[in-house]
């Protein structure tokens, strides 16, 4: 189901409108098929140039599908339990309309409305761009929360668990979806600015070219966190092999100290005439002999470092 807003430049806020009217915008919110039919009859294009708003996994991309009307298709991110998400959003602007199709709930857009502003529906390209930068707004809050996180968890690496390496591995597959996101993104920004879509006034280009700074910038600063991440993993990867080669020497070391009262306990074990078989001191003789061996190798290794 779609509502139709309204607001001019000297309302404070977006009121619903009972029926799409000219300069109006158009919101679609866990848009269905009956959505999308309706819609491109109030636009009065087919509806399957528009119907690939209701597909989750869409890329970034501009496309013109009239002459006065375009199709923008970005994605937006948003939070779960388990990780960050990114989710299809679909900005159409024709001569009449500005129309927003989401399969999903869009937290930003229904804040984008709630909230005070200057900008009026009928500012039809200033409002597609006040849309995109609160995308790549919430781009950068995502990236800096997970950088910060991930920041906290190199001070010390050297007690990382099973569960930490799990959460670093998921903040580095959050990271590289909103590396994905933002790259289509910022070639979907040239493309505006480009104005081979949509008239541009002077204000409205230097708004997209701020926008597409702080696109470049937070792809930046994705990439940097991944390469934290990157740094952490394979110190991890260091401190752990050095860890098994540790654990590893110990058991040799033990199994080689324990290999010789083994040998010399099973060599008396044998039924057959042996060296002070008839001593009543014979096992002292060879306890203490089996610990002057144990002695002697652990004071080899601990010279070696072994131990």
Not at 36 to 41: M, P
Not at 67 to 80: A, I, W
Not at 150 to 169: A, P, W, Y
Request: aromatic share 8%.
């Amino acid at each position: 189901m779609y509502t139709s807003y309204f607001k001019e430049a000297n309302d404070p806020r977006f009121h619903i409108v009972s029926s799409p009217t000219p300069d109006c915008w158009i919101h679609a919110e866990n848009a269905t098929l009956d959505d999308i039919e309706r819609l491109s009859k109030v636009l009065k294009v087919e509806s399957e140039d528009i119907k690939d708003a209701l597909d989750m996994m869409e890329i970034a991309r501009i496309e013109r599908i009239e002459k006065d009307s375009f199709v923008v298709y970005v994605r937006f991110p948003y939070m779960q339990e388990i990780g960050v998400y990114t989710a299809t959003l679909t900005i159409i602007l024709s001569s009449e309309y500005l129309v927003t199709i989401c399969p999903a709930t869009c937290h930003i857009i229904e804040k984008l409305l709630s909230e005070k502003t200057t900008v009026a529906t009928n500012m039809r390209a200033k409002l597609l761009i006040h849309i995109l930068l609160r995308i790549v707004q919430e781009y950068t809050k995502v990236i800096r929360r997970i950088r910060a996180e991930v920041i906290n968890q190199e001070k010390d690496i050297s007690t990382v668990s099973d569960r930490e390496i799990t959460e670093l591995t998921r903040k580095e597959e959050n990271l590289n979806q909103c590396q994905n996101s933002l790259q289509p993104l910022k070639e979907v920004i040239e493309e505006i600015l480009s104005g081979k879509f949509t008239i541009l006034y002077e204000k409205d280009q230097d708004l997209l070219e701020d926008l597409l700074l702080a696109t470049e910038q937070a792809e930046e600063m994705c990439r940097l966190s991944l390469r934290i991440i990157s740094s952490l993993r394979n110190s991890v990867q260091v401190i752990i092999t050095n860890q098994f080669n540790k654990t590893i020497r110990l058991l040799t070391a033990l199994t080689i100290i324990l290999t010789f009262p083994t040998v010399i306990s099973s060599i008396y074990g044998m039924n057959i005439p042996l060296p002070f078989e008839r001593s009543p001191k014979a096992f002292y003789f060879i306890m203490g002999f089996v610990f002057l061996v144990i002695t002697v190798t652990l004071y080899f290794f601990r010279r070696r470092k072994w131990l």
